[in-house]
């Protein structure tokens, strides 16, 4: 995930991601119900959902499907690999590096991301999603309950949460 804000490129490759569908509790779009707030959530796939969480934290999705069909992935954690100075400028420099992008607010706001980028295309030059042809091998992805969605009854203990196993950048080891 790579933001470019003037000049500069910050960004990181996805270790922590979580799968929300409009078909279970945890998700914003739940029963397809379209509001202001989730309502890029039923666009084309390919666009970005950033939504403020607790009132100071950017959370940035992809939205994942078909017009009319709200399911995302939220980014919750990246391993830097460009612009790391400026991210440290951008989350404070006495940040430890480790914690740098491991969590889903650290990581919007060391790469620049709020809800001014709500909507935006990622295949342009602003914000993408770029393949770095790195193959992970499945055994070194884990399937883990999402985090901190226990409002959702049974639909929290779905295990849609995928993390890069032993990653130092995750923002919780399970």
Not at 73 to 101: D, H
Not at 112 to 141: H, M, S
């Amino acid at each position: 995930l790579f933001t470019k804000i003037g000049s500069t490129i910050t960004g990181g490759m996805i270790v922590e991601t979580e799968a929300y569908s409009w078909k279970e509790r945890g998700c914003h779009a739940y029963g397809a119900k379209k509001t202001m707030r989730n309502a890029v959530m039923f666009e084309k796939g390919g666009h970005s959902y950033v939504y403020l969480c607790y009132g100071m934290h950017h959370l940035f999705n992809v939205v994942t499907n078909a017009p009319n069909v709200a399911d995302a992935v939220l980014v919750r954690a990246i391993e830097p690999l460009k612009g790391v100075e400026l991210m440290k400028i951008r989350r404070g420099k006495s940040v430890n590096e480790r914690q740098l992008t491991s969590g889903p607010g650290k990581l919007t706001r060391a790469l620049g991301i709020d809800r001014n980028w709500n909507g935006k295309l990622l295949a342009g030059d602003e914000i993408w999603i770029e393949d770095l042809e790195q193959k992970i091998p499945t055994t070194k992805i884990e399937a883990s309950a999402r985090i901190g969605i226990a409002y959702a009854g049974e639909d929290a203990l779905l295990t849609w949460r995928f993390t890069m196993k032993g990653n130092e950048w995750l923002s919780k080891h399970t």
